[in-house]
């Protein structure tokens, strides 16, 4: 993580690059033996997760440049960012956020039109806040277009803060009242494509 966030950094900053964040699986293993359920999909495939906003999209190849030379894939994608619960974190830069970050990404199901998606995306939202009494931040970032030709089709990029390691894998304190997961259940594949989707809790360290 280090090599690679002095590598991204210093190339960022001057071409405009500001609010970075570097994710890293660093507890993938430890979080999966406390709960199976926490990691969904192909997890393991993630080395690291990089954001960084742009004035524009063509300086951006000079960051892609550096994680294409020691990875096999590099997804890049468009977003717009929606935040529904800032994250009460400050840290100095290139510090590491305290909790878990919870990043998930996924498309819609076969059949359900990109509409339908985005409204029962807006949905499940609202419910999330009673689902997940102890979360301190979400954010969504709904995907505008793919960025590298290696990246595959989703819609849904979202980032869930949990307090601790502790919360974030006891299934009686990650989850609220079970009418409410009853409902989640019950309205989750309207909009949520299981097959696909990529979930786990990540470390992440920000830079301003």
Not at 76 to 93: F, I, Q, R
Not at 155 to 168: A, N
Request: with cysteine.
């Amino acid at each position: 993580m280090e090599r690679l966030a002095e590598a991204i950094v210093p190339r960022a900053k001057p071409i405009g690059g500001e609010r970075l964040a570097l994710l890293v699986p660093d507890q993938a293993d430890e979080i999966r033996e406390r709960c199976t359920g926490r990691i969904e999909g192909d997890f393991d495939s993630l080395s690291a997760v990089l954001e960084c906003w742009l004035p524009g999209l063509d300086p951006r190849l000079e960051i892609e440049a550096i994680p294409s030379e020691c990875c096999e894939e590099l997804w890049g994608y468009l977003v717009t960012e929606s935040t529904l619960a800032p994250c009460p974190h400050t840290v100095e830069e290139g510090g590491r956020v305290p909790g878990v970050t919870q990043r998930g990404i996924n498309d819609k199901p076969v059949g359900v039109e990109p509409e339908d998606f985005y409204r029962e995306w807006a949905v499940h939202s609202k419910l999330s806040f009673d689902l997940h009494p102890t979360r301190q931040s979400y954010i969504q970032n709904a995907v505008a277009r793919n960025l590298t030709l290696s990246a595959p089709g989703y819609l849904g990029i979202v980032l869930e803060r949990f307090p601790s390691l502790d919360e974030f894998t006891d299934e009686s304190v990650y989850f609220g009242d079970p009418a409410v997961v009853k409902e989640m259940v019950e309205d989750v594949s309207s909009f949520y494509a299981f097959e696909g989707a990529i979930t786990g809790g990540m470390s992440e360290f920000r830079w301003a």
